[in-house]
Nanobody, 128 residues
C-alpha cells in the first residue's frame, strides 16, 4: 500500500497550488481520505477530508473557504489550495481510513489516529 503525495512547491502569498495524492496497492474506493500538515516545530494537524462518495467534505477552520478537497476517482485525492498564506507553510500528508462509515462526520474525520495508511508528504512553502 502506498500513498504518493505531490504538487508541493515554493509560492508567494496569495498564490494557489493543487496537491495530488495517488494511492496504490489496494482499492481506496471505500476509504475516508484526508490531508494533514505539519509545520516546523509544530504537531501534525488536520486540514481536510472527503468521504468515499466525495459528497461529504470536512475542513479545519484555518483553511475553510480557501482549500477544496476532492476525489478524482477511487484512488486519487486532490487538495486545491487558494489564497495561500505564510502560515500554510508545512509538509502536507495524505492519509486513508478504510474503516470509516459513510456518515463519519467532521470530528471523526479530523482525528489522525483513525487513519491507517499515510503518504510520505510534500513540502509547501509560502513566502510572504
Amino acid at each position: 500500500v502506498q500513498l504518493q503525495a505531490s504538487g508541493g512547491g515554493l509560492v508567494q502569498a496569495g498564490d494557489s497550488l493543487r496537491l495530488s495524492c495517488a494511492a496504490s496497492g489496494r482499492s481506496f474506493s471505500r476509504d475516508l481520505m484526508g490531508w494533514f500538515r505539519q509545520a516546523p516545530d509544530k504537531e501534525r494537524e488536520f486540514v481536510a477530508a472527503v468521504s468515499r462518495t466525495g459528497r461529504s467534505t470536512y475542513y479545519s477552520d484555518s483553511v475553510r473557504g480557501r482549500f477544496t478537497i476532492s476525489r478524482g476517482g477511487a484512488n486519487t485525492v486532490y487538495l486545491q489550495m487558494n489564497s495561500l498564506k505564510a502560515e500554510d507553510t508545512a509538509v502536507y500528508y495524505c492519509a486513508a481510513d478504510p474503516n470509516a462509515i459513510l456518515t463519519a462526520g467532521p470530528d471523526y474525520a479530523s482525528r489522525q489516529e483513525n487513519y491507517d495508511d499515510w503518504g510520505q508528504g510534500t513540502q509547501v512553502t509560502v513566502s510572504s
